[in-house]
């Protein structure tokens, strides 16, 4: 195998492969990037047995062939090349490493055979599903924040993908949650959603494919499976197994008949939380809201850092109550809020508090309360 | 000069020559260089359920008594007599009365073996309060630093202890002195009934070399078998090799195992040690298949699970079900729940699941289930996915107090109906 391509179009498809390989691996060939040089470019691949990310770059090929070499060595070699360099890469029967030479610098690299490399499988996955790639890009942050890293319940560390709904008023959501808070995110189903199963994306999945979808073009495609996921970015597509879960209803948790409504503006509301909750305890990060006509007032109480208060002003003219939250989960959402203001519905102080945002209709998201 | 402690009359001094008590003649010595020293002890009762039935029923003092359930069941305890024939404890019933079929069969009566459990206890925790109760009839004592409490050495304190017990209950006690629990847990099994045996730790290693690595806790019959292979039969074999190979081929236990093969034990003796998980499990008087009837006879089962966690206010992360097919395979299933349970309709809602799997066609020929990963049970939900439980907790404690009123057949789920028919 012998070929030449500039640094640049190499750092990026290394770039896109590169962050799924594990720094520590038991089985030493999922530590390297595989390479198969075919007429007109080479792609690139790497995977951590869950999730395999390809990617394919033009180049000029000498001489077609795959071999292996260790990911990260390569990436911040050719990190460190000079800027416009033209790197040439080579693999050769006389030679059992892979060299790689660019104007002065000559590097060697241990190789493992392609044929030992695994290859995921892309059995059962169905039609491809065309999304805007700013859509996508949507459901994932809106959502993302609240998708669970506690192992015991293993079946929310992911976000939820589905299909409501039939005929036009059928919309693609996402639903992530940690049992503490959830998020929703919904659009339009775009065609040939309808009986495609739900699946549950990995955290770590998401986080590549929202790398990925910033260079991607204006569409990506989907593909689903009952265990896979297959996104296509342009040239590279990232293929991922599924958690193996059913999510829970979630539907039985979203607040229907929360009758408290109240509107305030949402950055001042984040500033004044942040402000408050820097001295909240580390662990329950509790923020305790008076809730009146007209006003919103903050209080953290901490035995060992102090108290903070302060007022703000809302819209709400139904009785007064108090209500506590995790400042950080009130910080999350509120971080999502597109326009200026944000709807709070509330039932009781220890009942789930419904989040809107005034200017999306398509985002919900539910906070658990904490006591106060 | 090795000290000597007599268990009859209670003396202490150096070994008498001949080996008898200079004040009371007793042979019963314990004789041993660290009797002074060693304050880590295991006690056990002796057959215990057996024993209770026997005192309670003085006719069969001369006669096996095998206590366990039904004509399917297994031995739960045997008395030593029956023993002597060789029945044995988890035995299928059907073989002890084979090999044994004068035994007196005795269905177990748990309200009077905690009772008396109590009474020991309670004696046991006068003495110190590190007492870590491992089962109705076992628990460890750390008696260090209690010498001028008692005024005496904790080998005699316990061999007053034991004396009294065997006087207030009529139950005989074995206990075991060493360094450490691992070493006192073996020793209280060195001179069952009765007994008082001391590993010191001079002799540990000696002591347990020659002996099966299954002695060692943690190491089941699946286990040994792979240590076998390892090259490892005894105890010896483990304490000779080297603590990095056993590490690397057995993980995080290799190490352990390396030390115990040592005869060290660093765990102390914990009073809040944890319970592990609650389960129940039934024995049927037929074999099962169909998936109706294993279900019937599941949910009395997560009801007295469920109870026993309300009572304890600890709840279950995971479910494990259990189930004997017909060739005495053991099959296991576990999940996590949504939420730490305390409630019998949790419980039983995953069960059944994991039993659909399991319930194709093959037949049972029992059923369990079990609560673990135990946590302290919350207040108030604080999580979105609660609420299902919240209210199931709220029913199930309201039965609860019905039946501390007025029995425990004052309500009833109509589930529990099905197997445990009401006679008008």
Known sequence: MKFTIERAALIKALGHVQSVVERRNTIPILSNVLLSAERGGVSFSATDLDMEIVDFADANVDTPGQITAPAHTLYEIVRKLPEGAEVELRYAGDDPRLQISAGRSKFNLPVLPAGDFPVMSSDGLSARITLDTNDLIRLIDKTRFAISTEETRYYLNGLYLHTVGEGASAQLRAVATDGHRLALAEMIAPEGTTGVPGVIVPRKTIQEARRLLDDAGETVELQVSASKVRLQFGRASLTSKVIDGSFPDYMRVIPRDNDKSLTVNISVFAAAVDRVATISAEKSRSVKMAIEPGKIVLTVRNMEAGQAVEELECEYDRDSFEIGFNARYLLDVAGQIQGEAAEFRFADPASPTLVLDASDPGVQYVLMPLRV | ?424
């Open chain 2, 1 to 424: 000069m090795t000290p000597t402690l007599c268990r009859d009359c209670f003396w202490t001094g150096p070994e008498p020559q001949p080996r008898r008590c200079p004040r009371c003649a007793s042979p019963r010595l314990v004789v041993h260089a660290e009797l002074d020293r060693l304050t880590i002890a295991h006690m056990d009762c002796d057959a215990f359920y057996a024993s209770v039935e026997k005192r309670d029923r003085p006719e069969l003092r001369d006669l096996p008594v095998i206590v366990g359930g039904g004509k399917r069941g297994v031995v739960t305890t045997c008395c030593y007599i029956a023993r002597i024939n060789g029945v044995r404890s988890a035995m299928p019933m059907f073989k002890a009365l084979k090999i044994c079929p004068q035994a007196t069969v005795i269905k177990p009566d748990f309200t009077k073996y905690r009772t008396e459990s109590r009474r020991i206890m309670d004696k046991l925790a006068r003495l110190t309060p590190l007492v870590q109760p491992l089962s109705l009839d076992e628990a460890w004592l750390d008696l260090t630093g209690c010498e001028r409490l008692h005024g005496g050495t904790a080998a005699w304190v316990l061999a007053r202890v034991q004396a009294d017990i065997e006087t207030d209950t009529g139950l005989t006690v074995s206990v075991g002195l060493a360094a450490n629990k691992f070493l006192a847990k073996i020793a209280s099994d060195l001179d069952k009934p009765r007994g008082f045996s001391v590993i010191g730790a001079a002799e540990a290693k000696a002591f347990l070399a020659p002996r099966p690595v299954s002695i060692l806790p943690g190491v089941g019959p699946a286990f040994q078998k792979s240590l076998a292979i390892a090259g490892y039969q005894t105890v010896g074999d483990l304490a000779k090799a080297d603590p990095k190979t056993l590490a690397t081929t057995f993980g995080v236990y290799g190490l352990r195992l390396s030390q115990l093969a040592q005869g060290q034990d660093a765990r102390a003796v914990d009073p809040d040690q944890e319970r592990k998980s609650v389960s129940a499990e039934t024995t049927f008087n037929d074999d099962l298949t169909q998936v109706g009837d294993l279900e019937d006879e599941l949910w009395p089962l997560c009801e007295k699970v469920a109870r026993h966690l309300r009572k304890d206010a600890i709840a279950g992360r995971v479910a494990v079900l259990k189930l004997r097919t017909t060739d005495f395979r053991i099959i296991t299933r576990r999940r996590t729940l949504a939420v730490p349970t305390q409630t019998a309709k949790a419980l039983f809602a995953v069960a059944r699941e994991l039993l659909a799997a399991e319930a194709k066609g093959a037949a049972y020929r029992l059923i369990g289930i079990g609560a673990t990963e135990l946590v302290e049970a919350l207040g108030p939900a604080s999580d979105l996915f609660a609420g299902d439980e919240a209210r199931a907790l709220k029913s199930a404690r309201a039965m609860d107090a019905l039946r501390d009123k007025f029995g425990a057949d004052a309500v009833q789920s109509g589930r529990a109906l099905k197997t445990n028919p009401r006679t008008p």
